[in-house]
């Protein structure tokens, strides 16, 4: 995809997934990858802040004999991706008016 990817937009993929199931790294990053190409590398950073700024808690349950770390989102997480979700729409239609509508105003 050609279009930068900015934190605020990972954050609100990030906390959309999270929100539908408790889940561990590797299965956000297939999740939202999806949708955009993002590395663990580039995720893990984010699930930190957004655990820092209490949108996002952990627990660890065992898999296979290991230890997975799971994020839940936070009562602060929702209400954040609630605003995410309501800017989006502002956002996306701001952009679809003059991105897609054609010369005769209507849909390309």
């Given at each position: 995809?050609?279009?930068?990817?900015?934190?605020?937009?990972?954050?609100?993929?990030?906390?959309?997934?999270?929100?539908?199931?408790?889940?561990?790294?590797?299965?956000?990053?297939?999740?939202?990858?999806?949708?955009?190409?993002?590395s663990?590398?580039?995720?893990?950073?984010?699930?930190?802040?957004?655990?820092?700024?209490?949108?996002?808690?952990?627990?660890d349950?065992?898999?296979?004999?290991?230890?997975?770390?799971?994020?839940?989102v936070?009562?602060?997480?929702k209400?954040?991706?609630?605003?995410?979700?309501?800017?989006w729409?502002?956002?996306?239609?701001?952009?679809?008016?003059?991105?897609?509508?054609?010369?005769?105003?209507?849909?390309?």
């Amino acid at each position: 995809m050609s279009f930068p990817i900015g934190a605020s937009l990972l954050d609100a993929l990030v906390l959309a997934v999270v929100e539908k199931e408790d889940t561990y790294g590797y299965k956000i990053t297939n999740d939202i990858r999806n949708a955009i190409e993002i590395s663990e590398s580039t995720l893990y950073p984010v699930l930190r802040r957004l655990q820092k700024e209490d949108c996002l808690e952990t627990y660890d349950k065992e898999y296979m004999g290991r230890n997975r770390r799971y994020y839940k989102v936070t009562k602060k997480g929702k209400a954040a991706l609630n605003l995410y979700r309501e800017d989006w729409k502002i956002y996306r239609n701001k952009i679809e008016t003059i991105l897609i509508s054609g010369k005769d105003g209507g849909y390309i």
